[in-house]
């Protein structure tokens, strides 16, 4: 009896979408990042970092892989073909975690000290009902464009010069939404905002990151979730189906959002929220989040002269103490290679 050969399957190579590198509304380039290390990390850094990659989505590279040989120039190099227009970079020294912010390929490069962070796991396990679907990060964080940046950068305005670049920074490392042409805009990607807030006695930045959902005003919970999930739900132990509506205890959940709090939306968005009634704006956070505190600004791509040193007449001095503990840092992966 003949025997019959098992052809193995030929392989298809999967064919990946091609990200766009304008806005088809603004007309803007879209900024996009690399978010690696320089050094050793420890766990929590590690998953920092990858919490950050997932805020950067989807104009980003959630699977970057980066060895100890690599140097800055390695990235560089990738960065111009592939449309990447900043850095962030997290390093750890004995004292405490730092991150660079930089624009691709000339600089320039903000240096924070992390006074202190969360990660998105830790926010999540300290609220009493967390909600970060997947889908919130098929679009990025919302950062409103000139006349509504300061819903996301808060206290910035005080005329100096660092805090001047570290605005313009934040502002472009985003993708943009002008403000006259946000209603040609699907209501349905607007669904993360960056807020940052600055504090000009302890010159510290408060970063957090939140998720925005849409609640329709004076409508029960009962009725929201019904409708949204379209399942038939359990009227055994109800007399009437009146009493489904009016039960005690979630018919005025809604009654008690604050008028500011309310929007009224030029069209409908999903099942429950309509364009003919108000909707009340609800932000959760979902992390990470940090503490940041500006250090140095350099012009170029982690060089360069100083423009600005928090220690003052002892900028340049720690800026060469800084280059030094690099250059060893490059020759221990070296050693190690």
């Given at each position: 009896?003949?025997?019959?050969?098992?052809?193995?399957?030929?392989?298809?190579?999967?064919?990946?979408?091609?990200?766009?590198?304008?806005?088809?509304?603004?007309?803007?380039?879209?900024?996009?990042?690399?978010?690696?290390?320089?050094?050793?990390?420890?766990?929590?850094?590690?998953?920092?970092?990858?919490?950050?990659?997932?805020?950067?989505?989807?104009?980003?590279?959630?699977?970057?892989?980066?060895?100890?040989?690599?140097?800055?120039?390695?990235?560089l190099n990738i960065?111009?073909?592939?449309?990447?227009?900043?850095?962030?970079?997290?390093?750890?020294?004995?004292?405490?975690?730092?991150?660079?912010?930089?624009?691709?390929?000339?600089?320039?490069?903000?240096?924070?000290k992390i006074q202190?962070?969360?990660?998105?796991?830790?926010?999540?396990?300290?609220?009493?009902?967390?909600?970060?679907?997947?889908?919130?990060?098929?679009?990025?964080?919302?950062?409103?464009?000139?006349?509504?940046?300061?819903?996301?950068?808060?206290?910035?305005?005080?005329?100096?010069?660092?805090?001047?670049?570290?605005?313009?920074?934040?502002?472009?490392?985003?993708?943009?939404?002008?403000?006259?042409?946000?209603?040609?805009?699907?209501?349905?990607?607007?669904?993360?905002?960056?807020?940052?807030?600055?504090?000009?006695?302890?010159?510290?930045?408060?970063?957090?990151?939140?998720?925005?959902?849409?609640?329709?005003?004076?409508?029960?919970?009962?009725?929201?979730?019904f409708v949204q999930?379209?399942?038939?739900?359990?009227?055994?132990?109800?007399?009437?189906?009146?009493?489904?509506?009016?039960?005690?205890?979630?018919?005025?959940?809604?009654?008690?959002?604050?008028?500011?709090?309310?929007?009224?939306?030029?069209?409908?968005?999903?099942?429950?929220?309509?364009?003919?009634?108000?909707?009340?704006?609800?932000?959760?956070?979902?992390?990470?989040?940090?503490?940041?505190?500006?250090?140095?600004?350099?012009?170029?791509?982690?060089?360069?002269?100083?423009?600005?040193?928090?220690?003052?007449?002892?900028?340049?001095?720690?800026?060469?103490?800084?280059?030094?503990?690099?250059?060893?840092?490059?020759?221990?992966?070296?050693?190690?290679?």
């Amino acid at each position: 009896m003949a025997r019959f050969r098992n052809k193995k399957a030929a392989f298809v190579k999967p064919v990946m979408k091609k990200q766009p590198t304008v806005d088809h509304i603004t007309g803007d380039k879209i900024p996009k990042s690399f978010v690696f290390s320089r050094g050793k990390l420890p766990g929590s850094l590690r998953q920092l970092q990858m919490d950050l990659r997932k805020l950067m989505l989807p104009y980003t590279a959630l699977k970057l892989k980066e060895k100890r040989r690599n140097n800055i120039k390695d990235f560089l190099n990738i960065a111009g073909p592939m449309g990447v227009t900043h850095f962030l970079i997290l390093s750890k020294t004995e004292t405490a975690p730092y991150l660079r912010v930089a624009r691709t390929p000339q600089g320039p490069t903000l240096t924070f000290k992390i006074q202190e962070y969360s990660l998105a796991v830790d926010v999540a396990h300290s609220q009493v009902r967390p909600r970060c679907p997947q889908d919130v990060f098929k679009n990025p964080p919302l950062i409103f464009h000139p006349l509504f940046f300061q819903i996301v950068l808060s206290g910035f305005g005080t005329g100096e010069q660092h805090l001047k670049l570290t605005t313009i920074m934040f502002q472009n490392i985003f993708p943009g939404i002008d403000i006259n042409t946000v209603s040609a805009v699907k209501l349905s990607s607007c669904e993360r905002i960056v807020l940052l807030n600055y504090n000009k006695e302890t010159k510290l930045i408060d970063f957090r990151h939140y998720s925005i959902r849409l609640q329709p005003v004076g409508v029960s919970r009962r009725i929201r979730k019904f409708v949204q999930n379209h399942q038939v739900p359990d009227l055994r132990s109800l007399q009437d189906v009146s009493d489904f509506v009016t039960k005690a205890g979630y018919g005025s959940e809604s009654e008690a959002d604050e008028e500011a709090a309310t929007v009224s939306l030029p069209s409908d968005l999903g099942r429950v929220n309509r364009a003919s009634t108000k909707s009340a704006v609800k932000l959760q956070e979902i992390g990470p989040r940090m503490t940041l505190q500006l250090m140095k600004v350099e012009e170029g791509l982690c060089s360069g002269g100083v423009i600005f040193s928090e220690y003052g007449d002892y900028g340049k001095q720690k800026t060469q103490e800084t280059e030094v503990e690099q250059k060893q840092e490059d020759e221990e992966v070296m050693v190690e290679d």
